[in-house]
């Protein structure tokens, strides 16, 4: 077929006008709403100016070469222990070396530079460290640092015979580092050694023991041994020299010579070795039963609370009334110091003392009830003191003073009834001090009014089950009579017991005026060299024999 015709060309598009035409004027143009949006328009390409600006930027720098951080520019801290106090502490003016406010974790490499006072540092191997000031001591390790100027007192745990036995044998223990000058990475402990702490001229090694260092100005290190043994060792530029053993109460210092080197001068020329205090806070002279009563620790003046002698359970007000027994031991579980309660009655049988199952089946027949709480009076009641006997009978009390010569106040209650305290919780809370006796005042006390007849009562007192004390047939006329228990080192339980004399509970008022339990110390018992024993409290400064914050050795 013959093929289409062409299509014609499009028509031409028109020529643009040149005429001008006016812009049409409106109330819009020059008005406020106009100006803003013009405003907006600029700010928002000044914006888009900046931000093209600012990624260029950053693109330089992503696209330059940089050389890489090393990773131990910033290393992990490690927390070796805790500070677990402080007394008077001033710490050195200058602001490199004051810790962290409310910090109480101990970093390694950490310096402690104090003006004055006392810090003390618990490992998290259990070693405390106490530094008096002036002083300064670098953490190095988790076993040990180093202490450049002033006093230390260390005390770790003690060893197992194996290790303990192959130190003294002459076995090194193992340091980082091959340099034979004593630069500090060259003596920091393996942190499976033993515990150590060096000092500009010597490193002094723990051999499971408790000891003192001082460091003066001259480089001099003094040390002694209070219990167990020290290896002390000379460490100069060349390396390590002269190396002596130190047993209990003894000392050696390693004198610094300067140009000749230090040199350890043995036991026997040191002379009287310094005042160390070996604790921030000195132990209890006496706990206070009243006061662990009351829901204390036995060093406070807690009174006028009591427990449930059926129950155990804490008694905030006294609870009077009569309250039957079921013949059960009650452990007191909300005081750790106090063993448990019970209610006597011999026609059951032996009844249970204490939680080790300790008994005794010598109590009489009982009426196997008892009145009111077990309570720890204050000594001046002030207004409290009543005469109406529907109140308590502990306020009503006529001839109180007898039983207080010390004013710490009255333990009361009625029969019949037992209480046990834990004389071992108690070692544990003290460990520098455990019960030796137990003392009070004690009696059958009148009630709101005096007469004829009255009470009578069976007093025992036990430690671990075994008959310390007893008196029968206990009356008020009797009056009062001291009270001295003799307690052994490794005794667990005293045990308080009051019952009826046979004619039931009517005006059985017992009262143990002023109960103490008399502490000492256990490092005279535990301080033993060639049989001899060493009564530390001969060297407590006469200053510090009174009640104070520490104890200066």
């Not at 390409?45 to 330059?64: D, G, N, P, Q």
């Not at 070396?97 to 101990?106: K, N, Q, T």
């Amino acid at each position: 077929p013959p093929p289409p015709p062409p299509r014609p060309p499009p028509p031409p598009f028109p020529p643009l006008s040149t005429t001008n035409y006016p812009l049409p004027t409106t109330p819009f143009v020059g008005s406020w709403a106009f100006s803003c949006m013009v405003a907006t328009v600029i700010m928002g390409v000044m914006r888009l100016v900046f931000w093209a600006i600012k990624v260029t930027h950053h693109r330089h720098i992503a696209e330059a070469p940089s050389q890489s951080v090393p990773s131990e520019a910033m290393p992990e801290m490690v927390f070796v222990g805790r500070i677990t106090g402080m007394v008077d502490v001033k710490w050195s003016d200058d602001p490199r070396y004051l810790p962290p406010l409310g910090f109480a974790h101990v970093p390694l490499d950490r310096k402690y530079i104090l003006s004055s006072g006392l810090l003390e540092i618990t490992y998290d191997s259990g070693a405390k460290v106490i530094l008096e000031g002036p002083c300064t001591y670098e953490v190095e390790s988790t076993a040990g640092g180093y202490l450049a100027l002033g006093k230390l007192t260390a005390r770790v745990g003690a060893r197992g015979e194996g290790r303990g036995a192959r130190e003294e044998k002459g076995s090194r223990f193992k340091v980082q580092g091959s340099s034979s000058k004593p630069e500090p990475s060259s003596f920091i402990l393996h942190p499976s050694s033993l515990f150590s702490v060096r000092t500009p001229t010597a490193i002094v090694t723990d051999l499971g023991t408790e000891f003192g260092m001082e460091v003066g100005e001259e480089g001099h290190t003094m040390s002694h041994v209070f219990r167990g043994s020290v290896r002390v060792e000379v460490v100069s530029d060349e390396g390590r020299g002269q190396d002596v053993v130190l047993r209990e109460n003894e000392s050696a210092r390693v004198e610094n010579r300067g140009p000749d080197g230090p040199r350890l001068v043995l036991a026997g020329a040191v002379g009287d070795p310094p005042k160390f205090v070996r604790r921030l806070v000195k132990p209890p002279r006496v706990l206070d039963l009243l006061d662990i009563v009351a829901g204390g620790n036995g060093t406070g003046w807690h009174r006028n609370r009591g427990i449930d002698p059926t129950t155990g359970m804490e008694d905030p007000v006294f609870l009077w009334g009569y309250r039957g027994g079921d013949r059960q031991y009650w452990r007191v579980g909300w005081h750790k110091l106090i063993d448990g309660v019970f209610v006597p009655d011999g026609r059951a049988g032996a009844v249970q003392l204490n939680s080790a199952r300790d008994a005794f089946d010598g109590f009489p027949d009982t009426a196997g009830e008892v009145y009111g709480s077990i309570w720890s009076r204050e000594a001046d009641i002030g207004s409290k003191r009543i005469v109406d006997r529907a109140q308590p009978w502990v306020y009503a009390i006529i001839d109180d003073e007898q039983y207080m010569p010390d004013r710490r106040g009255l333990l009361c209650f009625y029969t019949n009834l037992g209480i046990t305290f834990d004389l071992e919780a108690m070692r544990a809370m003290y460990p520098d001090v455990r019960p030796a006796r137990f003392r009070a005042t004690a009696g059958l006390s009148d009630g709101p009014r005096k007469g004829p007849g009255g009470g009578v009562v069976d007093l025992w007192i036990f430690v671990d089950g075994r008959l310390k004390l007893q008196r029968e047939k206990l009356r008020i006329r009797d009056g009062a009579f001291p009270v001295d228990v003799e307690l052994g080192p490794s005794d667990r339980f005293l045990t308080l017991v009051a019952t009826d004399g046979g004619n039931g509970i009517g005006r059985d008022c017992v009262v143990f005026g002023d109960p103490v339990l008399e502490m000492t110390s256990t490092e005279s018992e535990e301080s033993v060299d060639n049989g001899t024993k060493f009564k530390r409290d001969s060297q407590i400064e006469p200053e510090n024999r009174k009640e104070g914050r520490h104890i200066v050795q």
